[in-house]
């Protein structure tokens, strides 16, 4: 033994050393482990624990202190090492962090992990974990739009609070419309599905024209108020306009969110206009936002 270090085993602890030795489930390094500790208290020699565990004299003299200093639990774990690569400097950190706020030196649009990992003289990986640790993405963009419309702001108001706070007595409506709506149908009739036998349809079609689908949501309960019509004009807006009046009840003021598209755009959608039974700035019923 170890000069120095005197191991005397308490009954507790020289029952958890032999279980541990008796199960055939412990990793094996801890069984010698345990094995070298009670060789150690019971008095054999550094050589002869050497022959029988098949270790080196420097590994029983680190166990036996390890023992001596942290118990039967220092035995059951490893302490932590230093890692063989040294940790990157901060002004290497600092170096990748400002580089990844210009543009590329190569031609591309955007750094890469791996462009940056050759300009910085660093792996990938500690790209990747600088880039992580201050929340840096050089590859996403957020897109924005800037309205040049001087009364942006009490439209924007306006729109928002018929949506989270809408005015009693009324039915607040999102409108929209999707144009060029391909009708097609497969040249054949498929067969059903049936036992042992997938579904048939063929890989080719014939086109029966477009659509346009116009609809309105409901922004209370869900429901929709949709008509498909054949062109893309105001005239076919206005009649969906009209149709969605029908459909609401009376003594209902109806709002309509409507997009800037080209049928609601148009200078024949305007006050006045001949052949307008119900739009947004001849109905009473139906004050447009948008």
Same mark, same amino acid.
């Not at 590329?104 to 462009?115: D, F, M, Q, S, V």
């Not at 419309?149 to 942006?152: G, Y």
């Given at each position: 033994m170890r000069p120095g270090i005197s191991i005397t085993l308490c009954p507790s602890d020289r029952r958890r050393l032999e279980a541990?030795? #008796?199960?055939?489930? %412990?990793?094996q390094k801890q069984v010698w482990r345990a094995e070298i500790v009670l060789l150690s208290a019971e008095g054999v020699g550094t050589v002869e624990i050497m022959r029988r565990t098949g270790t080196s004299k420097t590994c029983v003299w680190r166990w036996q202190e390890r023992f001596a200093e942290?118990?039967?639990?220092?035995?059951?774990?490893?302490?932590?090492?230093?890692?063989?690569?040294?940790?990157?400097?901060?002004?290497v950190i600092d170096r990748v962090v400002a580089l990844t706020a210009t543009e590329?030196?190569?031609? #591309?649009?955007?750094? %890469?992990?791996?462009?940056?990992?050759?300009?910085?003289?660093?792996?990938?990986s500690s790209v990747q974990?600088?880039?992580?640790a201050h929340g840096l993405a050089p590859h996403r963009l957020r897109r924005f739009k800037l309205s040049r419309?001087?009364?942006?702001l009490p439209k924007l108001r306006d729109v928002v609070g018929l949506y989270v706070d809408p005015p009693a007595h009324a039915v607040v409506l999102s409108v929209d419309e999707k144009s060029q709506i391909q009708a097609l149908d497969r040249t054949q009739p498929g067969l059903p599905m049936k036992p042992g036998r997938a579904g048939t349809l063929t890989h080719d079609y014939k086109r029966h024209g477009t659509t346009t689908l116009f609809a309105a949501l409901n922004v209370l309960d869900g429901t929709v108020i949709g008509r498909c019509m054949q062109r893309h004009r105001h005239q076919e807006f206005i009649r969906f306009l009209n149709a969605v009046e029908a459909a609401v009840p009376a003594g209902k003021v109806v709002h309509a969110i409507l997009t800037t598209t080209p049928p609601t755009s148009s200078r024949k959608f305007s006050p006045g206009s001949p052949g307008i039974r119900a739009g947004p700035s001849t109905s009473p019923r139906l004050p447009a936002r948008g």
């Open positions: 541990i030795g #008796a199960d055939r489930n %412990t990793p942290a118990g039967v639990e220092g035995l059951l774990r490893d302490k932590t090492r230093p890692s063989r690569v040294p940790p990157l400097g901060q002004e590329p030196l190569h031609e #591309a649009t955007h750094w %890469t992990a791996a462009a940056m990992a050759k300009a910085a003289g660093i792996s990938v974990r600088i880039w992580k419309d001087p009364d942006f």
